[in-house]
């Protein structure tokens, strides 16, 4: 039994030193329906062919307008691949127009992910295609680096660990369902 499984069955932590071993998880970000994305859901635009991550001339010209519009003042990018992910001006765009705001190499579309998992949410490519995922271990590490440095007392540290460790691992279990990374979502 190693040490993340000791904690998970007995809150007594046992004597000695402990080497944790934490591998990197990548978990495959959640693509659910608009409707389900309010909420308790954040939002990303991948790009999900070859080619790599742009945004056509229409959507740029519309980015601009909306830009403008909503910050009163101009977008000073000069092109889309400055453009954030999780920017709600592009997010609402590949929502209205999904086929027209991609790139001439690219086809862009949202991802959706459990918005406790925003800070980790992460991209990875291959050749230009994009995956978006959930940086478990981070989350993890952050959670329990947060609860370490509290003033808690030690048994409410080590509870409320334990509770990091499985709510990580009832995640995994749901993600397990989740379409493999390579997946075609379109």
Known sequence: MNYRE???????VPAGP????????????????????????SAAVINSCYGGFDVSDFAMQL??????KKYGKKYEGESGRRIGRKDPILIDLVREFPTQVSGEYSKLQIVYYPK?????FRVSEYD????????ETAYML?????????ALDADTKVKQIQAVL???????????SL???GANFA
Do not use: M
């Open 6 to 12: 000791a904690v998970l069955k007995d809150p007594v």
């Open 18 to 41: 402990h080497p944790v071993t934490l591998v990197p998880q990548k978990k495959q970000a959640v693509k659910v329906p608009k409707e389900k994305a309010k909420g308790n859901f």
């Open 63 to 68: 980015y601009c307008q909306r830009y403008k």
């Open 116 to 120: 406790k998992y925003d800070w980790f």
């Open 128 to 135: 230009g295609k994009e995956q978006g995922y959930i940086d």
């Open 142 to 150: 952050a959670n329990i680096d947060r609860i370490a440095s509290s």
């Open 166 to 176: 499985h709510d990580s691992y009832a995640d995994a279990e749901v993600y397990k």
């Open 179 to 181: 379409p493999t990374k």
